[in-house]
């Protein structure tokens, strides 16, 4: 690619290449290359049993052959409703394997959610997790779809039989308490029935989708993206590439240990922990729920400690968590090496104190749904990253800066405007949606662009920073004010742990509006919403200033830890009536 201004910033890490030779093969063949030179290597690592790259190889083959039977081909969309179990990895290769396109399912969606994901996939068949909720709530869920069959997957099948059997006496491992037997398989019986021998299928892989991801939906109805095998081996690759630490705290292929502690289902998660430790043979630790324990977050410290977690992506709400954890201090975390976030804007003060008490360095980077998802990252060094920026666009990646009204203007650098991005790990659209695909795309300079709509700019030394979401943004007196940055600034707080912003119109004037923040306090701490708004006076221009604060208890968020400011607003705007 050519040099762009973030190439000769004098900040583009040393050892990374600006242009990548990708490879244009199957999603799953990383998988096999692993399983043939490192074998024996641990990949998933939960309740003291290990899985490793052969198990997992021949378990996704099985599954393959499954799903061949059940005349399951090319293209047919299979759903996965789990949460990060050993059984993830298997049955999401293991469909790519058959030909099939994974449909990826959030375990916390209700029957109604459920449902629409897949009949707006067209899924014919769904992997659901053996629980006394979540299983009768699949059955629920697949009606009046085009589901023929789902598979039962038991916590049991992964733990010793000595465990399984106390678990079911004591009714520890979760169970439904009944089955459709017209449509049900369950796990155990395609390991113990199937030969462990996948379908030959021909894949184009710049072409031939892998992944319908469905957005978050924080701003409207989910749309579901699909990403091709290129996309995804391309962001794996690229992911990889950037990933250079310095000594001594450089990588080392075969011997990290990941955090699974992001949900699976989400492309973050999915592809930048589940996925791309496959590229390295390194091994996860597999996570159900990162806020399990009392207090909550005491069993995802106590599992980084006990299995030595090198590499830990996370949002901020969960690194919040671990940096204010009462208990913080019992847990031995100097294992980390690097953690990495994304998904919603780091506070640069909550990196900081996150560092303070954990040890490993923190970066913050930034990608979407829609993009694989990276396509942003700091230098992983201390000496080059900048605290509250997302960094440059890794390699292969174009970034450009767009007028917000139309898309189609680009920008002078400084200038603020909405973020474009072009590069491999694009996707190639919304499935079935080709009027919202055509209207988030853009053409410069014979790239196609996807506009992100997230608004900010791009620096002198090539580095971007975020200033919110396009929808997000607050129209006072005919200035924008950004709840990220008025966010930040709160965070600033000593006795506030998390905040959340937004705008609400004026009672004499509805076309203007005002900053009203919402505050959740630190453990122990008391604070008036007068005295915080005193507080930020002193630190913010008029316009951004909060004219209310509301302390409160928690925040809503989506199930990877973005504040659904959309959510506080309808909510504010409910209770005026």
Known sequence: MEEMLWHKGGKWPGKVKRDLDLPEEPLFAMLDRTADQYGDKIYTMWAGNNQTYTQVRESANRIANFLASKGIKKGDRVAIFLPNMPHYPPVFFGVLKAGGIAVTCNPSYTVGELNFQLKDSGAVAVFCFDHPKYTPLTYEAVKGTDVKTVVVCS????????????????????????????ITIFYKDIMASYEPKAPEVSTNPKEDTALILYTGGTTGTPKGAELTHYNLTSNVEQMHEWAQLEPPNNLVEGDEVYVGALPWYHSYGLTLTMITCVRQANSVICIPDPRAGKPPMTDLLASIAKDKGTILHCVPALYAGIANHSKVKDFDLSSLKVCASGAAPLAPELAKLFESVAGGTL????????TSPLTHGNPPSRSTRKFGSIGMPISNTYATIVDIETGSKELAQGEVGEIALSGPQVMKGYYNKPKETAAVFREFGGKRYFLTGDIGHMDEEGFFAISDRKKDMIIVGGLKAYPREVEDTLYEHPKIKMAGVIGLPREDDPTNEYVKAYVVLKDGETATPEEIVAWAKERLAGYKRPREVTIVDSLPMTAVGKILRRQLRAEELRKRG
């Open 155 to 182: 916590a049991a099948e992964f733990l010793s039989k000595m465990k399984a059997v106390i678990g079911g006496l004591l009714g520890k491992v979760p169970k439904s308490p009944s089955y459709d037997d017209d």
């Open 363 to 370: 970066f913050e980077g930034y990608g979407l749904t829609e």
